[in-house]
Nanobody
Framework: QVQLVESGGGSVQAGGSLRLSCAAS????????MGWFRQAPGKEREFVAR????????TYADSIKGRFTISRDNAKNTVYLQMNSLKPEDTAVYYC?????????WGQGTQVTVSS
């Protein structure tokens, strides 16, 4: 079983920055890929960014390109999401996920609130 623990959420004003972290622990996480999704009130969960564990290849949603950066620390089985130039529309619960040998794991989510 793999556990994902997110941290780093909070409240900021528009234009501010936050850095989210997601640490994977448990039995041999061995991620193929880790990523971030978000879900705003009344909306469906949407993809934000992902990173391939083997070579660091990244993919981003168009809505956050140029503002958010995903990175990883292989030794710590941790993925980060640096969020800059935050906008009120970035307000959501952010979820980390991990793909490993056909299985998908999700974190509990961390709230990000951006005020105008």
């Amino acid at each position: 079983q793999v556990q994902l623990v997110e941290s780093g959420g909070g409240s900021v004003q528009a234009g501010g920055s936050l850095r989210l972290s997601c640490a994977a622990s448990g039995r041999s996480p061995s991620p193929y890929q880790m990523g971030w999704f978000r879900q705003a009130p009344g909306k469906e969960r949407e993809f934000v960014a992902r990173i391939r564990w083997s070579d660091g290849t990244t993919t981003y949603a168009d809505s956050i390109k140029g503002r958010f950066t995903i990175s990883r620390d292989n030794a710590k089985n941790t993925v980060y999401l640096q969020m800059n130039s935050l906008k009120p529309e970035d307000t959501a619960v952010y979820y980390c996920n991990l793909l490993s040998t056909g299985l998908v794991y999700w974190g509990q989510g961390t709230q990000v609130t951006v005020s105008s």
